[in-house]
């Protein structure tokens, strides 16, 4: 129940195409959902959260769409660039406690082609 | 601030050796949290602090495994002795708040047990 299942493994796009990451977990607790971005050699960094509240957020190029009932997210990169190529994981926690562990996705490598 | 600073960046060492890893957090910030990655596992949790405390260490895989924050400014995470299985990417990490809010990552240290 504390698992958060990513989507697809690995991932490779055109430029200027979409890339869509998949999440799924079961854990009804969890309250906050971030998206992280890894480069080659580099710790990972936030890159976009939501909370269930809403079920969509969008930071420029980067969208989480969420589900509640069906305990799924997704983050959408629009335009996608070389430089997006990365790997990125979704978490989810149960924030409100602040008990709970941030618990991440296995991870997406994605590789966007010129 | 320069951010979670780790070190060393590559570690070395023969099996039976004790590993020394160490880390620096964001000043400020009252939570550390010791992850380790790897292709298998992906992004587990070893233990983390709260204000130098250690709330949750049940991530830690066995009892060559110890972490200690004797300060605001300094963690360590030790095992002893070293085994090939040891062998991945240690990332320290702290936040201002807890799991709600975002976690910085350092750089890393490449861990390599032979």
């Known amino acids: 129940q504390q698992q958060v299942k990513q989507s697809p493994q690995s991932l490779i796009v055109q430029k200027g195409g979409i890339s869509i990451i998949n999440c799924a977990y079961e854990?009804?607790?969890?309250?906050?959902f971030p998206w992280y971005q890894q480069f080659p050699g580099k710790g990972p960094a936030l890159l976009i959260a939501?909370?269930?509240?809403?079920s969509e957020k969008k930071e420029g190029r980067f969208t989480i769409s969420f589900n509640k009932s069906a305990k799924q997210f997704s983050l959408h990169i629009m335009d996608s660039q070389p430089g997006d190529s990365a790997t990125y994981f979704c978490?989810?926690?149960?924030?409100?406690?602040?008990?709970?562990?941030?618990?991440f996705g296995q991870g997406t490598t994605l590789q966007v082609k010129p | 601030d320069a951010g979670v600073i780790q070190s060393p960046r590559h570690e070395v060492t023969e099996m039976g050796q004790e590993v020394t890893l160490r880390c620096k957090p964001i000043?400020?910030?009252?939570?550390l949290f010791w992850y380790r990655q790897t292709m298998m596992r992906g992004l587990e949790l070893l233990i983390y602090?709260?204000?130098?405390?250690?709330?949750?260490d049940s991530g830690m895989p066995e009892d060559r495994f110890s972490a200690k924050m004797p300060n605001a400014s300094f963690s360590t995470l030790k095992i002893q002795p070293s085994e090939p299985r040891d062998s991945a990417v240690y990332f320290c990490?702290?936040?201002?708040?807890?799991?709600?809010?975002?976690?910085?990552f350092g750089s890393g240290t490449q861990l390599s047990v032979l």
């Open positions: 990490a702290s936040s201002l708040i807890g799991w709600g809010e975002k976690l910085f």
């Open positions: 854990n009804t607790a969890f309250d906050y």
């Open positions: 939501i909370r269930p509240d809403v």
């Open positions: 978490a989810a926690s149960d924030a409100s406690g602040n008990t709970g562990k941030l618990i």
């Open positions: 000043s400020g910030h009252d939570y």
């Open positions: 602090f709260n204000n130098n405390v250690p709330i949750d």
